[in-house]
T-cell receptor, first 114, second 113 residues
Framework: QQQVKQSPQSLIVQKGGISIINCAYENTAFDYFPWYQQFPGKGPALLIAIRPDVSEKKEGRFTISFNKSAKQFSLHIMDSQPGDSATYFCAGVDSGGGADGLTFGKGTHLIIQP | EAGVVQSPRYKIIEKKQPVAFWCNPISGHNTLYWYRQNLGQGPELLIRYENEEAVDDSQLPKDRFSAERLKGVDSTLKIQPAELGDSAVYLC???????????FGNGTRLTVT
């Protein structure tokens, strides 16, 4: 599987601040880039996703920025809240090449301090 | 809608013993996935089913792991014999078609002692 590199591994942000998580991918066949949020003891849940034909997607406090030429994308969480404390995974999908599911990054453990 | 259901939630076994995990996907979802998630890591695909057919099992360690999805609904993942390195969370996910969003269950945490 092609790798998706995610950083930072862990992140501490004050309540009300902006959390930023970055990902870089290698497989240029990826055509769908979801972000998953995982709480302890739970499975990952889809948070927000983007296709490479747009450079930005916003849903509430969550924004994905996408740079196709650099093969990078990032998640921004505005006005971060303690309830946002979780592990976040970026992923890439090659939906047209018979590839399997998702290729996940290794995750970012986010802590929002009250 | 009911989510993906997995059982058991936790399993502790001694090495060399067999173990099985069960998954019931969301009703109507034809694609089912088994992932393994090691501590502090992202999930890694083990096998993907389209209905009853395993369309990608390239990452499944076939010497000890097996899976089945009879009738294209529920699925079982088996490990026999288990090794210490198999300790992980085993996640099941389903989707309507291969590229649509995946819905994950809460996983089975396996501890091999």
């Amino acid at each position: 599987q092609q790798q998706v590199k995610q950083s930072p591994q862990s992140l501490i942000v004050q309540k009300g601040g902006i959390s930023i998580i970055n990902c870089a991918y290698e497989n240029t066949a990826f055509d769908y880039f979801p972000w998953y949020q995982q709480f302890p003891g739970k499975g990952p849940a889809l948070l927000i996703a983007i296709r490479p034909d747009v450079s930005e997607k916003k849903e509430g406090r969550f924004t994905i920025s996408f740079n196709k030429s650099a093969k990078q994308f990032s998640l921004h969480i505005m006005d971060s809240q303690p309830g946002d404390s979780a592990t976040y995974f970026c992923a890439g999908v090659d939906s047209g090449g018979g590839a399997d599911g998702l290729t996940f990054g290794k995750g970012t453990h986010l802590i929002i301090q009250p | 809608e009911a989510g993906v259901v997995q059982s058991p939630r936790y399993k502790i076994i001694e090495k060399k013993q067999p173990v099985a995990f069960w998954c019931n996907p969301i009703s109507g979802h034809n694609t089912l996935y088994w992932y393994r998630q090691n501590l502090g890591q992202g999930p890694e695909l083990l096998i993907r089913y389209e209905n009853e057919e395993a369309v990608d099992d390239s990452q499944l360690p076939k010497d000890r792991f097996s899976a089945e999805r009879l009738k294209g609904v529920d699925s079982t993942l088996k490990i026999q014999p288990a090794e210490l390195g198999d300790s992980a969370v085993y996640l099941c996910a389903s989707s309507l078609v291969g590229s649509s969003p995946l819905h994950f269950g809460n996983g089975t945490r396996l501890t091999v002692t």
